[in-house]
């Protein structure tokens, strides 16, 4: 059974950061995709970030390039979002999802993940 547990959220003041991690099990972690979604409230969820673990592709939506970095360790079976230069705009649940498939080019779809962890609660005050 895959399970997904996130890990790392908290209260934050803008400009701050954190890291969130995705710890895994039940699966073959190599074989996978991890997309890191949020949802903000009265918001849909919207993708965030992916990697394709066994290569090392990742993929980050506009809003977050060049503050978010996606990180995996096989050894851990655990992915990181590590999130600096964090703005209110960023404060939702964020959760990490799996699928054994690669991350897209073009984005990171609900839609593409069938397993989910349970949310871990960002909140960026100003």
């Known amino acids: 059974e895959v399970q997904l547990v996130e890990s790392g959220g908290g209260l934050v003041q803008a400009g701050g950061s954190l890291r969130l991690s995705c710890a895994a099990s039940g699966f073959t972690f190599d074989d996978y995709a991890i997309g890191w979604f949020r949802q903000a409230p009265g918001k849909e969820r919207e993708g965030v970030s992916c990697t394709s673990v066994n290569d090392g592709y990742t993929y980050y939506t506009d809003s977050v390039k060049g503050r978010f970095t996606i990180s995996s360790d096989g050894a851990k079976n655990t992915v990181y979002l590590q999130m600096n230069s964090l703005k209110p705009e960023d404060t939702a649940i964020y959760y990490c999802?799996?699928?054994?498939?690669?991350?897209?080019?073009?984005?990171?779809?609900?839609?593409?993940?069938?397993?989910w962890g349970q949310g871990t609660q960002v909140t960026v005050s100003s």
């Open positions: 999802a799996a699928e054994k498939s690669y991350c897209s080019g073009y984005g990171v779809s609900i839609a593409d993940f069938g397993s």
